[in-house]
């Protein structure tokens, strides 16, 4: 026998051929409970009502069962092995629909038309709420908190470690030319602090290869630095230890958010890096909304400031936004890279489209297609087109005052 299950805002309710109600289970009368069971039936999770109503139908010896949810229908099929269909609408849901107020009634769920307007109201909230939350707590709004937390980590890195160099130049100015990465700056003042203990010996045991070592000794002996007293230079080293621990907790984040790609969207993060990624998701407003957009916004995300200076100015539109980060377009000649963005943007549309939608992973054969576009790029451009020349200038004409007949 067949029947038809519908879900509704008090319960989950039975139907047979007739469209005649034959079995029901309710829901809570508490609407914030109400409110769960319902967003998990319409998400296509299985709940105990949903449970119950199937176990008591079996019982009665119905075996299909008429579902308007199809990922609900999928996962009853799985979990009870009986057979089901899929009808949306069912004609059991809408003569439901047309009689909800009647069949809330019937079944005793509420006593009077008050009682069940108040009912749908305290619902429709407690439902509001939880798709609310549930927006927020999608992972790539986090993804987008954690790339802004790492950029902004590189201006106060950046900015503390522009202090440091000018507050140790004081002492010894000379290493700032000599040393160009900030950590390794910084561990240095750290762990060695007066220039005297810049020796041979302990600059390799801070992994400077020597022949670098030998040039921070050899300035170091002839530096024309002032001395630091011991509290000064102290100052300088509690910054230094700060900073280094700032580049620690840059690395813990670039660490989460490499396994945060690799759960949210592998196949974006096989195109463009985790970092790039997420950025791409951060200036997009998360990645629903990316896999929304076409790749010729894609492409130009980023850049919006160029994009709409060229349309007022009637300047060269911009051919790539913050994709530029990418090795392929960053290493690529200048007359290639208006091509390979949009090559990369196309893909970056399919592969945010995917991850969004729940889609396969094919990180691996996207990537293999851009390399292969890029090569064909390569290969068909290999020159730089010829530079067009420049148009000829119109003579302005000029006009001689004539003499007014007499």
Same mark, same amino acid.
């Given at each position: 026998m067949k029947t038809t299950i519908v879900e509704c805002s008090f319960g989950v309710l039975a139907f047979d051929e007739e469209n005649k109600l034959i079995e029901k289970v309710l829901f809570s009368n508490k609407?914030?409970? $109400? $409110? !769960?069971? /319902?967003?998990?039936? #319409?998400?296509?999770?299985? +709940? *105990?009502?949903? +449970? #119950? /109503?199937? *176990?008591? /139908?079996?019982?009665? *010896?119905?075996?299909? %069962? =008429?579902?308007?949810? $199809?990922? /609900? $229908?999928?996962? &009853?099929?799985? !979990? %009870?092995? =009986?057979? &089901? #269909? &899929?009808? !949306?609408?069912?004609?059991?849901?809408?003569? %439901?629909?047309?009689? =909800?107020e009647r069949f809330a009634l019937e079944t005793g769920f509420v006593k009077n038309s008050e009682e069940f307007a108040l009912w749908i109201r305290n619902l429709a909230m407690e439902m509001a709420k939880l798709r609310v939350k549930g927006a927020v707590e999608k992972r790539d709004l986090i993804i987008a908190q954690a790339i802004q937390t790492l950029d902004d980590l590189d201006k106060t890195v950046n900015l503390f470690m522009g202090r440091v160099r000018e507050w140790y130049g004081i002492h010894f100015p000379e290493l700032d030319r000599l040393l160009d990465k900030h950590e390794t700056y910084a561990r240095l003042v750290l762990n060695l602090g007066n220039k005297e203990n810049l020796t041979l010996e302990n600059l390799e045991k801070e992994d400077i290869p020597k022949s670098k070592a030998e040039q921070i000794v050899k300035a170091a002996e002839t530096s024309m630095g002032a001395d630091l007293a011991e509290t000064d230079l102290a100052q300088v080293q509690v910054l230094c230890k700060n900073v280094l621990g700032l580049y620690q907790l840059r690395q813990s984040l670039e660490s989460y958010l490499d396994k945060a790609m690799e759960e949210v969207a592998p196949n974006v993060k096989a195109l463009t890096g985790s970092l790039l990624g997420a950025r791409l998701i951060a200036i997009s407003g998360g990645l629903t909304n990316l896999a929304r957009r076409p790749a010729s916004t894609i492409q130009v995300l980023g850049a919006e400031k160029a994009l709409f200076r060229s349309l007022k100015t009637g300047a060269r539109p911009p051919k790539h936004g913050i994709i530029f980060q990418h090795v392929y377009l960053h290493d690529a000649k200048k007359w290639h890279r208006g091509k390979i963005a949009r090559a990369l943007a196309g893909k970056l549309a399919i592969a945010a489209r995917m991850d969004a939608f729940g889609g396969r992973y094919m990180g691996d054969e996207l990537k293999a297609d851009l390399e292969k576009r890029i090569e064909e790029i390569h290969e068909k451009y290999a020159e730089p087109p010829p530079i067009p020349a420049p148009a000829p200038r119109k003579e302005k004409r000029k006009w001689r005052k004539g003499r007014r007949a007499g």
């Open positions: 609407p914030q409970n $109400a $409110a !769960k069971s /319902l967003i998990k039936i #319409e998400n296509g999770k299985i +709940t *105990d009502e949903v +449970t #119950e /109503l199937i *176990d008591r /139908l079996r019982k009665s *010896d119905y075996d299909m %069962f =008429v579902f308007e949810n $199809a990922s /609900l $229908a999928n996962e &009853v099929q799985r !979990k %009870f092995g =009986v057979k &089901v #269909e &899929v009808s !949306k609408p069912s004609k059991a849901g809408e003569n %439901f629909r047309s009689n =909800v």
